[in-house]
């Protein structure tokens, strides 16, 4: 009987620990439940964050590129924010988020501008009243309304993620080239505002080049005039240039004319021309030296060294996207008679609607008397300003606008971002 009494009680009592060991496995399930949902649900809100991330440095890089207008010449036209607004709007759509499911949206109040490095609440959005001098641009890409997974059945409420990014344009280390242009090096250096020339003539000879700048191939003795001509128009590019590295000079190359027009939106006709499509053109294609009834009238500069400064009114045409303008370019007649091929757009669309900045470029600087290779000397920015002529007979001017290295030059290209001491031109980069 006692023994009897004995099996009684120890079966109750693993009977009492059998249910002891199921309450402590519910809790500690509800426990490690809570636990994944939180690791699911915090992991989810991180990668939404890093999404956004990426679409805000997109965003930002984009704005910054488009920050190209020099504040030393005045005040810049608020085209200039309105491009670089657009552009990181534009950049950031191209993002999902939310395991790449849902489009990342930027609205013009999360693009915001400032002159100087600041705190982030120093940036003003365009309608705030952001400066039109601005030189850094910070985009906020935000997702609201993510609702949890798991923590949800806990009484967790919708969670917010935001991700800023601020860019600028400083020197690169290696670059991709701007145009196909060297400027020959010069003792003293020319002087902001000074009118280079160049002349192309066709007498048989590939060197007959005249003036202060040359056609140069990044690639020596690979691409020559196709590769010119390609890079003209914008259809390919030389990437990895870095200060130091040997470029040549090929001559002549008039097949390089037309490509070089399409900057200014003039286009010539026939089968395989160039289309604003396929070889965008400049915001603007109004061509220095003009002449009445344009305003201001800007001619070829007299003295020693010439100095034109026509970059001012370059950028308020950009801002008006004024076409190049056949009556107010110097000569009677005729386009036609004053030997420039092709037809711009008389209505400025193309410009509108396709244009960036194609005609302030980054061009190497060259010892041109120093042979057939010669090494990068350094980066100038300088400015496009009349289109070439048939035959190349007449005479192509650029505008020098300082080292496109320093800050505020109004040139930039594309490349690997350097230090303090990078000697490349201007590139967009990240810098918060």
Same mark, same amino acid.
């Given at each position: ?66 920050? &190209?207008?020099?504040?030393? $010449?005045?005040?810049? #036209? +608020?085209?200039?924010?309105? @491009? /670089?607004?657009?552009? !990181? *709007? ?71 993620? &935001?991700?800023?990014?601020? $860019?600028?344009?400083? #020197? +690169?280390?290696?670059?991709? @080239? /701007?145009?196909?242009? !060297? *400027? ?249």
């Amino acid at each position: 009987m006692e023994r009897v009494v004995q099996r009684t009680r120890r079966s109750r009592g693993r009977r009492g620990q059998r249910g002891t060991v199921a309450i402590i496995v519910a809790l500690s399930a509800l426990v490690l439940f809570g636990f994944a949902g939180i690791a699911i649900d915090v992991g989810r809100l991180y990668v939404n964050k890093t999404e956004l991330q990426t679409a805000a440095d997109a965003c930002a890089l984009a704005a910054a590129a488009e920050l &190209t207008c020099d504040p030393a $010449a005045g005040a810049c #036209p +608020a085209s200039f924010l309105l @491009n /670089a607004q657009a552009a !990181g *709007i534009f950049a950031a759509s191209r993002n999902v988020r939310d395991f790449q499911v849902n489009p990342v949206v930027v609205t013009p109040a999360d693009v915001t501008f400032n002159t100087v490095l600041a705190p982030n609440a120093g940036y003003l959005s365009i309608a705030a009243g952001a400066s039109t001098n601005s030189r850094y641009a910070m985009c906020t890409a935000r997702a609201t309304g993510i609702a949890p997974w798991f923590m949800g059945l806990l009484g967790s409420g919708a969670q917010s993620v &935001t991700a800023p990014a601020v $860019a600028t344009l400083a #020197p +690169a280390q290696s670059f991709c @080239n /701007a145009a196909p242009v !060297g *400027i020959c090096s010069k003792p003293g250096g020319y002087q902001l505002g000074e009118w280079i020339t160049g002349n192309f003539t066709s007498s048989g000879n590939n060197d007959d080049v005249t003036g202060s700048f040359r056609w140069v191939d990044f690639t020596p003795n690979a691409g020559g005039n196709s590769e010119i001509r390609d890079q003209l128009a914008g259809s390919t590019a030389v990437c990895d240039i870095r200060v130091g590295n040997n470029v040549q000079q090929p001559g002549v190359q008039q097949g390089a004319k037309a490509a070089y027009n399409t900057r200014f939106g003039i286009y010539p006709n026939g089968a395989n021309a160039y289309t604003a499509a396929t070889a965008p053109p400049d915001h603007t294609g109004y061509g220095y030296p003009n002449q009445a009834p344009g305003a201001p009238v800007i001619s070829i500069p007299a003295g020693n060294p010439p100095i034109g400064n026509a970059y001012a009114d370059y950028r308020m045409r950009q801002s008006t996207n004024t076409p190049f303008t056949p009556g107010e370019y110097p000569g009677t007649g005729t386009q036609a008679s004053r030997n420039i091929p092709g037809t711009p757009d008389p209505n400025g669309n193309d410009y509108i609607t396709l244009g960036s900045d194609r005609r302030l470029v980054a061009a190497p600087m060259i010892d041109c008397s120093g042979g057939n290779v010669v090494p990068i000397l350094g980066m100038a920015c300088v400015l496009m300003l009349n289109p070439m002529s048939n035959g190349a007979n007449g005479t192509i001017f650029l505008e020098y606008r300082g080292l496109a290295t320093v800050a505020g030059s109004p040139c930039r290209s594309g490349g690997l971002a350097g230090g303090p001491g990078a000697t490349g031109p201007q590139v967009p980069t990240l810098v918060q």
